[in-house]
């Protein structure tokens, strides 16, 4: 059969534009192109028009957040028995439902860490959660995981201080991303040294940007990034920052595979 572009169906459809005609726009593509090549295909990111997000979340990053997140590695160590009382002293609060065994920042974003103890710890991988995405997923015609993720969203925007827009597009995430990115350069006081969209190995939703700094000591990444927890439905918008160690030197900004494989091995833990 011949497969029409994603155009076409659109434009042929009486629904108007919004975000649920553009996923079943993508449905019809997807499913064409399957029975057109009479086999299982690998769905394709579409770039011509808006890529269709059920929920985004997500609380603005600042320059004040980004500048007490990248200092955390550097801080004085505080000892496993006192970390409580830092907290306290910080306003930060435990999070254990949205991100395991993580912390409520002051700032009210969610900050999670490889070791249970943020403070001083050179070392450590963590990042630093502002946003939480629920993308379409083609495959998913009945949504038949959309009510207990939808809970999760519930549960993000709940958060104080964040925010949901239901549904909404991967321009929308780019948006809240680009925003991000300035407080990172306000930060720092420089843009960043790579710039790379996301690779569908690192995400289950639309094609993201992620921008790369680095410390004399650290990567920082600010992007998008599977959130594991839910069985990888869902995408962090975060700002990690990993022990440059944790990989290879940083790779030509013209290498796309080798930015991709650099970027999961400070991200992927």
Request: glycine share 8%.
């Amino acid at each position: 059969m011949a497969v029409r572009s994603l155009p076409a169906l659109v434009a042929g459809t009486a629904v108007q534009q919004t975000g649920e005609a553009l996923v079943t726009a993508i449905r019809e593509l997807l499913g064409g192109a399957r029975a057109h090549a009479g086999r299982p295909t690998t769905p394709t990111r579409v770039t011509c028009m808006p890529f269709p997000v059920h929920a985004l979340a997500h609380r603005p990053l600042t320059a004040e957040a980004v500048a007490e997140f990248v200092a955390l590695p550097a801080v004085p160590h505080i000892p496993d028995d006192a970390v409580d009382e830092e907290l306290r002293r910080r306003g930060w609060n435990w999070q254990h439902e949205l991100v395991c065994d993580s912390f409520l920042t002051g700032h009210g974003h969610v900050l999670c860490t490889d070791n249970a103890n943020p403070f001083g710890q050179p070392d450590a991988r963590q990042f630093l959660v502002f946003g939480e995405v629920y993308p379409v997923d083609p495959e998913d015609d009945d949504m038949t995981n959309g009510e207990w993720l939808y809970g999760i969203m519930d549960d993000w925007e709940q958060l104080p201080g964040w925010r949901g827009h239901r549904p909404c597009t991967d321009q929308d995430c780019e948006a809240v991303l680009e925003r991000a990115a300035q407080a990172v350069t306000d930060h720092l006081g420089t843009g960043p040294e790579r710039t790379i969209p996301s690779s569908d190995t690192l995400v289950a939703g639309p094609g993201l940007t992620h921008r790369i700094w680095r410390t004399p000591t650290h990567a920082l990444i600010l992007g998008p990034a599977s959130d594991n927890g839910p069985y990888g439905y869902l995408d962090h918008l975060q700002l990690s920052c990993t022990p440059l160690g944790c990989g290879p030197e940083l790779p030509a900004a013209d290498d796309a595979d080798g930015l991709t494989k650099w970027i999961s091995a400070h991200v992927d833990w």
